[in-house]
């Protein structure tokens, strides 16, 4: 694709701050602007950047995973996260909260809607690379 | 709990069989066998309850809403079909095992048998009005895919679809009178229901009612004139056409006639259709039976002509008729189910089931000689056999109805004749006398083979000689189920001196006859009844053909194949649609509202005006996705003016991928080039202009209707409390409305597999 020395460089710098902004998007999402829609958006967007900036074999190779795993895994998560509360005896769906106490990070409640999201996470962002890694192999 | 756990577990099991095979290979029949034979043990428990007029009723909420709910409830009737079911099922299975051995699909074979019996025993089970069609159409699917189990054979697919769509209709009928019967409001437990059974038959709906559900059980058990699919069904494996259309699937709609009977029954109509169906399905149905030279073919007749016998009973439904229905039903499952079973050794080993070439196999076979030859016996209706207790109880119900009695005297004396005959060639005839000349020498036949149609054929003797020890116990109960009151049934061999004996030794004599000069009659049988072999079925296929045909000109017109076809539709279609609303709902309202705007919103909007008009005019297609990107950006924009930064950085972010993606198919289409006409053109332009006003004038009106309360509201309220999360969007997405993003997920994956797959594909041009 195109060969520039300025988005070479530039991206070797943005793509991994991206996919980190990605992740914070996914973290805070349940309280601030985020989620793991716009999460998985974002992080797909860091690696389309990278495979236009070199090439979507690199690209790929960045990302390990094969995209298509991806939304395996994704859709996976969400189940379990889903069928969870039917093993505490509750409704399907119904969210379970826990409060967990982190080093640095201080208090924090874990529940199943996070992990839901997780893997929604997942699912749009291998859906989407898997979409336009296709198409600029073609 | 027993019930409920009794018929899932079938279920349970039919989906590990095939991995069961995998451990137990030649064995497996045996090891699955245990299953069936378990629960005849259990239903067997049953009987001393069930025989003292107790009955077993459980409910579990499926869906209370609808009110259909896992009503299970046994009583008389349920537990003569329920002990059918499980020990003919158990030495099928067994049979089976021998039978299909080395078959490829034989793990298969048993997912699909299970499949069934739960299906069966859950019909036979059922309390719920509901839940009775749902197992009713599960015993469907399942015979299809038993009859079609040789599925390389295309006569078996032909016969399997057949089966299938003819219940399949039944079925329906079923499931809408089912719902009729719902609407009179007494209830959807059928075993309540009953106890109103003078209120249905004076409903405005009866009659509806009735048509509907008779429909059903006719399909279902191959009543003139839907008899034609279960000849066609002998395609399927013997074991199949034994514990299918002898034991069990045709026997349903007979059970459900029963179990139906003292709600709908006892009326003139009820009385003449079934008398009348049932009447000329009998003798239909023997008459085709004597025109057959395959075994099975002869077996699967008579069993047409058996069930109208049985429909006929119910029809003429006097306590002595129900008697006779229900030891006839028991009797038949056990001759016809060892002849079945024996035709299908006789085909495994000689390799032929045309009677004219089977002969003296008696010899080669004999453990399978006693099983047939007294199985036969009983069919023919000869002492000491449990058919012929039925035979007589037959006789005497048909006499004591006074009025009709000379008719359905003679048409009962005409098919018992024939069947008599039909049981000698199919059971008898291929032992004694000599071998036409059998294409392969029989070799031993395993004991996994010939041991269930002995124990069937043995029953029906043992039933026969002394049944005193199963009238008390199963018929009292499952005729007093039939009836609606209490009913105490005593079975004898011997009825003395009386004219049904006289009617019996003259069906024997006349039987004897025409077996003895069959092939002369045979000749004269052929020529005489070409019409009705041909009629339903040559209607069938008509009605299928034309199905397919209007199908292929429907499709014709409405799929053209032309995405730019579909969106004109779509586009013009939601127009008209929404326009027609709104003028419904009062015209347009509301005010664009310039003197409130900020300069700087004015500059976006025209901005975005701008870019969109770049967008329709430009003349490159790079030209054009890069405009649609800034109204996309603009859009996102306005979202931040209003403050909605959740909003703006979604769309950003969609906005920027989809550009990309724009670009990246652009990249492979040819030059813009205009290809289409002029009229073409302002057409799109006219529904394209029109969809956009619409769409606007929906917008200024969305802000000024209000249809509902507002539910942010109870968000806004409940996010933190309930949800945990400070972000409304957020909560909504993963929380309140977390099963919508779930469903949308799976097919946003869906999509993304899709695309890759049809990217990937590489046809060649040809």
């Known amino acids: 694709m195109m060969h520039s020395i300025i988005l070479a460089i530039a991206t070797r710098y943005l793509s991994p701050l991206i996919f980190l902004f990605s992740l914070i998007f996914l973290f805070r999402g349940h309280n601030s602007p985020g989620g793991g829609f716009i999460g998985g958006l974002l992080a797909a967007g860091g690696f389309v950047l990278y495979s236009t900036a070199f090439c979507v074999t690199s690209a790929k190779k960045k990302l ?40 640095l990070l201080g208090k924090w409640s874990v529940g199943t809607p996070f992990f839901f999201d997780i893997g929604v996470y997942f699912v749009v962002a291998g859906v989407t690379l898997t979409i336009i890694f296709s198409l600029s192999e073609e | 709990m027993g019930l409920l756990i009794a018929v899932l577990i079938c279920f349970f099991v039919a989906i590990l069989a095939p991995f069961i095979y995998r451990l137990g290979r030649q064995y497996t029949g045996w090891i699955i066998a245990i299953l069936p034979f378990i629960l005849f043990g259990l239903f067997i ?17 499926w869906i209370p809403s609808l009110g259909i709910n896992l009503s299970f409830y046994l009583d008389g009737l349920s537990l003569l079909f329920a002990l059918l079911i499980t020990g003919v099922g158990g030495l099928v299975i067994i049979y089976a095992g021998r039978y299909l051995a080395g078959h490829i699909f034989i793990g298969r074979f048993y997912l699909y048998i299970l499949l069934f019996m739960g299906a069966m025993l859950g019909l036979v089970l059922s309390d719920n009005l509901f839940t009775i069609v749902i197992f009713w159409e599960l015993t469907s699917i399942s015979s299809y895919l038993l009859i079609g189990f040789n599925n390389e054979r295309e006569e078996a697919r032909t016969a399997a679809l057949r089966a299938l769509l003819v219940t399949g209709i039944g079925g329906l009928s079923l499931l809408a009178g089912m719902i009729l019967l719902g609407l009179t409001e007494n209830g959807y437990k059928l075993s309540i229901l009953i106890n109103s059974g003078d209120l249905i038959r004076n409903h405005p709906y009866y009659l509806a009612i009735l048509i509907l559900i008779l429909i059903g059980a006719f399909t279902k058990s191959a009543q003139v004139p839907f008899h034609f699919w279960l000849p066609g069904a002998m395609e399927a494996p013997a074991p199949v056409s034994t514990y299918l259309h002898s034991a069990t699937m045709v026997k349903a709609g007979i059970y459900l006639l029963a179990r139906v009977s003292p709600l709908l029954g006892g009326t003139e109509i009820w009385f003449y259709t079934l008398t009348i169906v049932g009447m000329i399905t009998m003798i239909i149905g023997v008459v085709l039976a004597l025109q057959q030279h395959d075994l099975k073919r002869i077996l699967a007749y008579s069993t047409v002509s058996v069930l109208g016998i049985l429909t006929m009973l119910l029809g003429v439904g006097t306590e002595l008729a129900i008697q006779a229905a229900m030891v006839f039903l028991l009797g038949h499952a056990m001759y016809k189910g060892a002849l079945f079973l024996v035709a299908g050794i006789i085909d495994h080993e000689t390799g032929t089931r045309d009677i004219r070439k089977l002969g003296g196999l008696w010899k080669l076979m004999p453990m399978v000689g006693i099983a047939g030859i007294t199985a036969a016996v009983s069919k023919s209706g000869l002492p000491p056999t449990f058919g ?7 006789y005497e119900s048909v006499i004591a109805v006074t009025w009709v009695t000379p008719l359905l005297t003679v048409a009962a004396l005409f098919t018992n004749m024939l069947m008599f005959a039909t049981a000698w060639i199919s059971g008898i005839h291929p032992f004694i006398w000599k071998t036409g000349g059998i294409p392969k020498k029989p070799h031993k036949t395993p004991f996994g083979m010939w041991i269930g149609p002995l124990i069937l054929a043995i029953m029906g ?3 026969g000689i002394v049944p005193g020890f199963i009238d008390q116990s199963i018929f009292s109960s499952a ?14 061999l011997w009825h003395g001196f009386n004219p049904a004996l006289a009617l019996s030794a003259i069906t024997v004599a006349g039987g004897f006859c025409i077996y003895y000069w069959w092939y002369k009659i045979q000749r004269v049988v052929c020529r005489l009844n070409i019409v009705y072999k041909f009629m339903p079925d040559n209607l069938y296929k008509l009605s299928l053909n034309g199905l397919l045909q209007v199908a292929k000109v429907q499709t014709a017109i409405i799929q053209s194949g032309y995405q730019r076809y579909y969106l004109l539709t779509i586009f013009s279609v939601t127009a008209i649609l929404v326009s027609f609303m709104l003028f419904k709902l009062g015209g347009i309202h509301g005010s664009i509202g310039l003197h409130t705007m900020k300069f700087y919103e004015v500059a976006l909007g025209l901005f975005m005006l701008g870019a969109a008009a770049i967008a329709v005019l430009s003349s490159t297609r790079l030209a054009a996705v890069a405009a649609l990107g800034v109204v996309g950006y603009s859009m996102s924009l306005i979202y931040i003016l209003y403050g909605a930064p959740d ?7 969609v906005e920027t991928l989809t550009v990309i993606l724009f670009v990246l198919v652009v990249y492979h289409l040819p030059r813009f080039s205009k290809l289409s006409s002029s009229a073409s053109r302002i057409r799109d332009a006219c529904v394209s202009l029109a969809c956009g006003g619409v769409m606007t004038a929906l917008v200024l009106k969305a802000g000024n209707i209000q249809f509902h309360q507002p539910i942010s509201e109870y968000f806004t309220k409940n996010s933190a409390l309930l949800g945990h999360g400070k972000n409304i969007v957020n909560v909504i997405l993963v929380d309140f409305r977390g099963f919508d993003t779930m469903g949308e997920i799976t097919v946003l994956s869906v999509v993304g597999i899709g695309v890759y797959a049809l990217l990937k594909l590489k046809i060649k041009p040809e």
Request: charged share 10%; net charge neutral; glycine share 6%.
């Open chain 2, 647 to 653: 909003l703006a950085v979604t769309q950003t972010l």
């Open chain 1, 64 to 103: 390990i995973i094969d995209p298509r795993t991806l939304i395996g895994i994704g859709l996976l998560i969400s189940f379990i996260s889903a069928f969870l509360s039917l093993f505490s005896g509750k409704q399907f769906m119904t969210d379970i909260w826990w409060e967990v106490t982190l080093p």
């Open chain 2, 479 to 492: 005729v007093s189920a039939v009836t609606g009151s209490h009913v105490s049934v005593h079975l004898a």
């Open chain 2, 461 to 463: 003797m043992i039933c």
């Open chain 2, 45 to 61: 428990n049953h009987i001393k309850l069930i025989s003292s007029g107790e009955v077993i009723a459980v409910t579990y909420k």
């Open chain 2, 388 to 394: 012929f207790v039925g035979k007589e109880l037959f």
